[in-house]
């Protein structure tokens, strides 16, 4: 089979890309080895959550331009401002396109809920976490509920409560919990005290009895105005059953990011994965790159663990096989390495020096920010130090950020795989790229 | 101020300090424990585990052999839950002294240490993972022991006798008339209270903080602290404890435990002012690993869990000061003997194995100081636990319903107390720990009974967080079921997650790279990326800064 592009990993960053590439008629292949780092997020997209790692920022497209002053490294400088917006839209639109929502608060960022009851700046939610209702709700100072199904081990109430109300947003709100028994759990096989938030997701996707299930919640959360629960309300009728549980109950409803596997990440891989599928795009899933041949600063082909003797040959490839966690990167007691091409990385010698003394150390920790060393088209240096010219480089791979610490995992790989794909396609279709010439 | 009075105090909660509670009270006589951090979290919680058969010191030092190979089949029987009975191995290795078994041989025979050559092809039947190069295997009765279930049950076992414990509670300074002590006074670091305690006798058990105890009581006690590291690797890699037949020396012995392997273990002389801050060093890990792959080969293919270090609190007896020179015979001194300071003794030096001859022969000098003659039995009443021999199959029968892997899991770690433990009731059965198989039956057993204030206590009463995982999915569950079910830990219940993780966090650092790395990665994608739990930026354990809340911005 022939490809324009055959991008390797199936994140976030590998499927904006994907479908980018697919979107403008290429011929694109997604070869990805395992689970989406999405099913370890909270499902929301940060743009730019705090700058230093100490400022919460407001406005993120307003910081953006200094942002990408003071880091000239950092992949959003190598996109520029006018990509990352573009990839955004892009971004929000294509999941649209399969029924998920994102809201953004304007232009701001708004906070979620973390399941530790903390909050966190982010710039797109999923509808059931942050709207205009739940927003306005809160000028009222709102009487919430928090609402756990009973024996869900991956979701503490209480522990979420004590240090939301720690939060200066949450003073004087008065916040009750409590937990639900759902119907019909005795005929699951599998120990409800056990149930993880995929467990219960599969019951709400198989039509339980809402109706129960809402009265048990008003039970619960009396005069609320609002009723916060894990987010395990469905991976394909979310929003109906969502809408039924708002009309059944008459709370403002919203749903809280839960421990992995998350929900909210699912649903948006679902979604991405839908979308690139409908667009044409083919996903190899289950096997993995392991090497390829880079001849005269190009990549020539690339073959797999399943078929090694099989060569796949594109005039592009995009790397996009995430960080350490990922298998992007590969470390021993001396050094790391890119372990599908031997690209050339950025990172400090010496073990000591990946790690700060503290786990939660302010400064967080260096490794974080190790990756691939790529130019300004995000095109990385192989082995003997050459431009690689047709091989881009996406997403958690990259080096020159932290995304922990800056509040940019998401959105440097929504921008980086559009800035890739925006390159590809302008290359195999002649098309003019507005802003990088 | 409160004030608790009673026949004697023990400073220190390792094996040695409970166990001489246990002593003290099956003899009839009250006892207050103080430790200033939680039940074995000091040096005792930080060796290798190894149940000795004696065989590791029967050429060196045929007195501690003895020692060891009593204590062993006592524990055996008195201790049989915190116990396995693995069996050990010494093989040679074509670079070592080839003769050096044949001098092992003859020192357990004067030890009386049942110790047999064996084939090298029986001895890979019994390891098949062994390096198969070996020229020499001997076996002998060495075993695993499990000091956290050790000391809890010693001094649960003294608690339920109607002894009494304060864990997370500091000795301030002694309380004298002239130049008798008579009492300690004490400040809770969790209920923040300060009391004092009187009694008749006070014993130091502290191992080697003891010398600031004397000191805090004007008499100079002078330690060799001597830091021994091990590495923990992700599997359990052996099934008998393999040690290396030549003069000991760093990474020379391979011990299984529970679900993982240990390798062991190094001794470097470290100033008495670095004991709390104590860390592994590179070359530390440099030798285990490469000594360990030795011994046996797919050491290095295996993932490191952590690497961690305990200090040795060798007494000076003589004037040589290196580690492993220094007697680590016990050391039992009567001050009022050796200072002229009345109402005071100090145990010191010794061995994990040997706690409760250590608790005996301190108990036995209580009683002569309270006049009191009343003989030792700790050598036969099993701990709460080892009551019974009970095989795992008949447990499972007894708990049919609960699945099996429950079932042998809570009874390996608290042997016939698993039946306070397992109720039919799900609820009681859900897992709140996979890697280790821990249910909240198990974690509430904790919270109620074994002293447990946090999940870092938890996490030695039982297994949580101590996995493959270090606790990425299970240290949130632990603390969130703590918080639902003991109003004050709500409060608490972040501050104890991310001093749990710091509390990891010291052991993954020295072995950061591989999976270890990769799974510190996720750990903090979903503790700080996820939750933002260092905007709840605390001090750690015992720096007394609260938790505070970032300044949120109101931006709706």
Same mark, same amino acid.
């Given at each position: 089979m022939n490809y324009d592009c055959i991008i390797i990993g199936g994140g976030i960053a590998g499927l904006t890309c994907g479908i980018k590439c697919t979107g403008e008629g290429l011929r694109c292949a997604i070869i990805s080895s395992g689970m989406s780092a999405l099913h370890f997020s909270s499902g929301s997209i940060d743009l730019l959550g705090s700058r230093s790692g100490q400022n919460v920022v407001k406005e993120p497209y307003a910081e953006l331009g200094r942002f990408i002053e003071e880091n000239p490294g950092h992949p959003y400088s190598k996109c520029g401002q006018d990509i990352i917006q573009k990839a955004f839209s892009f971004f929000q639109a294509e999941v649209r396109a399969q029924a998920l929502v994102l809201f953004s608060n304007g232009d701001k960022n708004h906070f979620h809920v973390t399941p530790i009851g903390t909050l966190k700046p982010t710039f797109f939610s999923q509808k059931s976490v942050f709207n205009k209702k739940i927003r306005d709700a809160f000028y009222r100072k709102p009487k919430i509920a928090i609402i756990n199904i009973e024996g869900f081990r991956d979701y503490y109430p209480k522990m979420a409560a004590v240090n939301l109300k720690k939060n200066r947003l949450f003073k004087g709100c008065e916040i009750i919990t409590g937990s639900i028994v759902l119907p019909g759990e005795k005929l699951n096989p599998k120990n409800p005290h056990e149930f993880r938030s995929i467990d219960i997701c599969r019951i709400f996707d198989s039509k339980p009895d809402l109706d129960k299930i809402a009265s048990r919640i008003s039970s619960i959360a009396g005069n609320a105005d609002i009723v916060g629960i894990p987010a395990f309300l469905g991976l394909n009728n979310y929003n109906a059953i969502l809408k039924s549980l708002r009309e059944m109950t008459g709370y403002i409803l919203y749903e809280i990011p839960t421990l992995p596997p998350s929900i909210l990440g699912m649903r948006l891989d679902n979604a991405l994965k839908a979308r690139y599928a409908e667009l044409g795009g083919v996903f190899i899933a289950g096997d993995r790159v392991i090497g390829g041949k880079i001849l005269n600063g190009r990549v020539e082909y690339i073959y797999t663990e399943n078929h090694p003797e099989t060569r796949l040959y594109a005039p592009s490839y995009v790397l996009s096989t995430g960080s350490f966690f990922s298998g992007g990167m590969i470390s021993d007691a001396e050094k790391i390495q890119e372990p599908v091409f031997g690209l050339c990385l950025e990172y400090a010698k010496g073990? *000591?020096?990946?790690?700060?003394?503290?786990?939660?150390?302010? *400064?967080?920790?260096p490794f974080l920010s190790f990756g691939v060393k790529t130019d300004e088209h995000l095109n990385p240096y192989g082995p003997s130090g050459e431009r690689i010219g047709n091989l881009f480089c996406t997403g958690a791979v990259l080096s020159n950020y932290n995304p922990v610490q800056e509040g940019t995992g998401s959105g440097v790989a929504i921008s980086t795989g559009f800035w890739a794909g925006t390159q590809i396609v302008q290359k195999e279709t002649g098309q003019h790229t507005r802003n990088h010439d | 101020m409160k004030r608790i009075e009673t026949d004697v105090i023990i400073i220190g909660g390792g094996a040695t300090g409970t166990g001489i509670a246990r002593d003290c009270v099956l003899r009839g006589i009250q006892v207050v424990l103080v430790e200033k951090d939680d039940l074995a979290s000091g040096t005792t919680g930080r060796n290798h585990g190894l149940l000795h058969s004696g065989a590791r010191y029967a050429v060196q030092d045929v007195e501690s052999a003895s020692e060891c190979i009593n204590e062993n089949r006592i524990l055996k029987k008195i201790a049989r839950h915190c116990i396995e009975d693995t069996g050990g191995l010494f093989v040679t290795l074509p670079e070592d002294d080839p003769e050096y078994h044949h001098a092992l041989i003859q020192g357990c025979k004067k030890a009386d240490i049942n110790c047999r050559e064996i084939s090298v092809t029986d001895a890979l039947r019994i390891e098949?993972?062994?390096?198969?190069?070996?020229i020499h295997a001997l076996t002998v009765p060495d075993g695993t022991i499990d000091p956290f279930r050790l000391a809890a049950a010693n001094i649960l076992d003294a608690v339920e006798r109607g002894g009494t414990l304060f864990t997370h509670t500091k000795v301030t300074h002694f309380l004298r008339n002239q130049n008798t002590i008579i009492g300690v006074c004490c400040h809770d670091?969790?209920?923040?209270e300060t009391f004092e305690i009187y009694a008749k006798v006070v014993v130091n058990a502290s191992g080697v903080w003891g010398q600031n105890i004397c000191k805090q009581a004007g008499i100079e006690l002078k330690m060799f602290p001597s830091k021994g590291s091990m590495v923990i690797i992700?599997?359990?890699?052996?099934n008998v404890v393999v040690n290396r037949c030549r003069k000991p020396a760093d990474g020379d012995i391979i011990v299984p435990g529970d679900t993982v392997s240990l390798i062991g273990t190094t001794s470097k002389k470290i100033s008495y002012e670095k004991i709390d801050e104590a860390v592994v060093d590179d070359d530390e890990v440099e030798v285990l690993l490469k000594d360990g792959e030795k011994l046996i080969p797919n050491v290095s293919k295996t993932r490191m869990l952590r690497a961690y270090c305990g200090i040795r609190p060798l007494v000076a007896v003589s004037g040589k000061m290196d580690g492993r020179d220094i007697s680590r015979g016990i050391v039992r001194v009567d001050h009022e003997e050796r200072d002229g300071v009345k109402g005071f003794i100090s145990i010191a030096g010794g061995k994990l194995m040997t706690y409760r001859l250590m608790a005996e022969m301190t108990t036995d000098l209580v009683c002569a100081k309270l006049n009191i003659n009343k003989a030792c039995t700790t050598h036969q009443i099993p701990l709460p636990g080892s009551e019974q021999k009970s095989s795992e199959h008949k447990q499972i029968k007894r708990f049919s319903g609960i699945p099996k892997s429950i079932v042998g899991s809570t009874h390996f770690r608290h042997g016939e107390r698993a039946h306070r433990i397992l109720?039919?009731?799900r609820k009681s059965y859900g897992l709140i720990c996979e890697c280790e198989m821990v249910t909240a039956g198990e974690v509430d057993y904790a919270i109620n009974?074994?002293?447990?204030?946090?999940i870092i206590d938890l996490r030695r009463r039982t297994r949580v967080g101590m996995g493959p995982c270090q606790g990425a999915l299970c240290a949130y569950r632990a603390a969130g079921h703590m918080a639902q079910h003991e109003a004050t830990h709500e409060e608490d219940a972040a501050k104890m997650i991310i001093d749990f993780f710091e509390e990891r966090w010291k052991g993954i650092k020295p072995i950061f790279w591989g999976d270890a790395l990769r799974e510190m990665e996720f750990t903090y994608w979903i503790y700080q990326g996820l939750f933002g739990l260092g905007n709840l930026i605390s001090g750690s354990r015992g720096s007394g800064k609260g938790v505070e809340t970032i300044d949120e911005i109101r931006n709706f």
């Open positions: 073990r *000591q020096n990946w790690h700060r003394p503290a786990f939660f150390h302010p *400064q967080s920790h | 098949p993972n062994l390096n198969p190069t070996i670091r969790l209920k923040k992700d599997y359990r890699i052996n109720q039919k009731d009974h074994l002293f447990v204030n946090d």
